[in-house]
C-alpha cells in the first residue's frame, strides 16, 4: 500500500496515533503537523496528543537509537518532526496548564560545540513535560550559573562529547560547590565518551547515556527531591 492511499482524517484514534509513530520513525514533519491537528480537531486534549502521539513516538525512535538500528541523522529527522507536532501544542499546552514536571537549564561545556544529543535530550525532555532553557555550546562556567540564577531550574545538564572538554563539567559542579549552591539542583551529564563512574568522579547525581533514560532520571530525581523536602 502507497503513502498516498493512507488519508490521515479517515483513521480512528487508536490507528492514526499508530500512524503517528511510524511518521515520526520516518522523520514526516507534515504528516505530524497533520495529525496534531486531526486530533486536536476530534476533540483531544493538547497533553494527550503530547504524550500517547508524540512522546511515545519518541520514545520508540529513542529506543532504536541506543539499540543501534536508527543513526543520528534519522534520528534528527525525527525530532525535526516532533518539533512540529510541539510548536502546534505548545501554545495549548501552556493555556491548558497541563502537568509541568519541572525545570531544566542545558547546554554543551566550554571548548565543546557539538549539540545532536543535547538537542534530543532537549526535545525529549520537553515532550515530557519539562520547561527545557537550552544555553547552546561552548558553555564556560559563568554561563551556567548566570542561566541557573536567572530561571532557577530544577535540573542541570551538561554535555560533551569530546574527553578533552569533559573534565570542564567537573570545574562546573564545583564551581557550584564553592558558591555553596550544588546541593540546590539535580545535575546531569551526557556525552558519547562519558560511562557512570565517571559522573560520579566529578560530583553529577548522575550520568545519562542517552536521550530516554535522561527523561526517566530526571523524573526519579525530581519525585525522590519533592519526597525528601516533604519529608523535612
Not at 511518521?23 to 483531544?44: F, M, N, P, Q
Not at 558519547?192 to 547525581?205: M, R, S, T
Request: proline residues 4%; aromatic residues 4%; charged residues 25%.
Amino acid at each position: 500500500m502507497s503513502d498516498d492511499e493512507i488519508i490521515l482524517s479517515e483513521l480512528p484514534d487508536d490507528e492514526l496515533v499508530q500512524q503517528m509513530h511510524d511518521d515520526l520513525y520516518d522523520g514526516l514533519k507534515e504528516e505530524i503537523e497533520e495529525g496534531t491537528h486531526i486530533l486536536l480537531s476530534r476533540g483531544w486534549q493538547p497533553y494527550e496528543v503530547l504524550t500517547d502521539a508524540l512522546v511515545e513516538g519518541m520514545r520508540i525512535v529513542g529506543e532504536d537509537f541506543r539499540d543501534g538500528i536508527l543513526f543520528v541523522p534519522e534520528v534528527l529527522l525525527s525530532a525535526n518532526a516532533m518539533k512540529a507536532g510541539m510548536a502546534i501544542l505548545r501554545p495549548l499546552l501552556a493555556e491548558t496548564g497541563a502537568p509541568k514536571q519541572g525545570k531544566m537549564v542545558i547546554g554543551t561545556v566550554k571548548g565543546d560545540i557539538h549539540d545532536i544529543g543535547k538537542n534530543l535530550v532537549g526535545m525529549m525532555m520537553e515532550g515530557a513535560g519539562f520547561d527545557v532553557i537550552d544555553i547552546g555550546i561552548n558553555n564556560p562556567v559563568e554561563n551556567y550559573l548566570n542561566a541557573i540564577e536567572e530561571h532557577q531550574p530544577d535540573i542541570v545538564g551538561m554535555s560533551a562529547l569530546l574527553t578533552t572538554t569533559m573534565p570542564y563539567m567537573k570545574v562546573v559542579i564545583d564551581t557550584m560547590k564553592e558558591k555553596g549552591i550544588r546541593d540546590d539542583y539535580i545535575v546531569l551529564v551526557g556525552g558519547a565518551p562519558l560511562n557512570e563512574e565517571f559522573g560520579k568522579a566529578v560530583g553529577a547525581d548522575a550520568y545519562c547515556r542517552d536521550a530516554a533514560v535522561t527523561v526517566e532520571m530526571a523524573k526519579e530525581l525530581i519525585k525522590r527531591k519533592h519526597n525528601v523536602s516533604a519529608g523535612a
